[in-house]
């Protein structure tokens, strides 16, 4: 069986940066760990911006300059970037949701099955995690609990109840 996991925007900013929260710093270790026993292949996000972040619809509606490409705050947490081989994919993505990552996901033939960790389960998860299931109705697309964390615990929780509705799996 063909498997997939991807591990969604683990960047500095996000943990313990400029949108750092104590949530999404107490998951590091469990991401980790799916990722080092994960017996298939392994992708990631990042979330990327430029100078012109406050320019953008997103920038008008989130305020906090955030993974601007080749910060500090962009790069995969110390944790995760170790485990990185030069084979693993990264997607770059300036929107939530990564376009070419469903590209590339339904590519393969034989995929089976794709699961997602990360974050932010409210935003940046449960986007991917749509547009895979949009691009691949037939494929199992599951959200590991625990390595996952929201911008509040409260949207975490509603995006794991919104992601059950939609046939995504939550273990």
């Not at 790069?75 to 949701?97: A, N, W």
């Not at 691009?135 to 929780?157: D, F, M, W, Y």
Request: net charge negative.
């Amino acid at each position: 069986m063909k498997k997939v996991l991807v591990v969604v925007d683990m960047q500095k900013d996000f943990i313990d940066g400029a949108l750092g929260t104590k949530e999404a710093a107490a998951i590091v270790d469990n991401v980790a760990e799916a990722v080092k026993s994960f017996d298939g292949e392994v992708v990631f996000t990042r979330d990327t911006h430029f100078e012109n972040y406050m320019e953008t619809q997103e920038g008008k509606n989130l305020p906090v300059p955030h993974c601007i490409k080749d910060t500090d705050g962009w790069q995969l947490d110390r944790k995760l970037e170790v485990l990185k081989t030069d084979e693993m994919k990264v997607f770059d993505k300036l929107t939530f949701g990564s376009v070419e990552l469903a590209a590339y996901l339904k590519e393969n033939q034989e995929l089976e099955q794709v699961t997602l960790v990360g974050l932010c389960t409210d935003i940046c998860v449960i986007s991917n995690a749509l547009l895979i299931k949009a691009n691949l109705p037939e494929v199992e697309i599951r959200v590991i609990e625990k390595c996952c964390a929201g911008v509040t615990p409260q949207s975490h929780a509603n995006a794991l109840e919104a992601m059950k509705m939609c046939q995504i799996q939550i273990v």
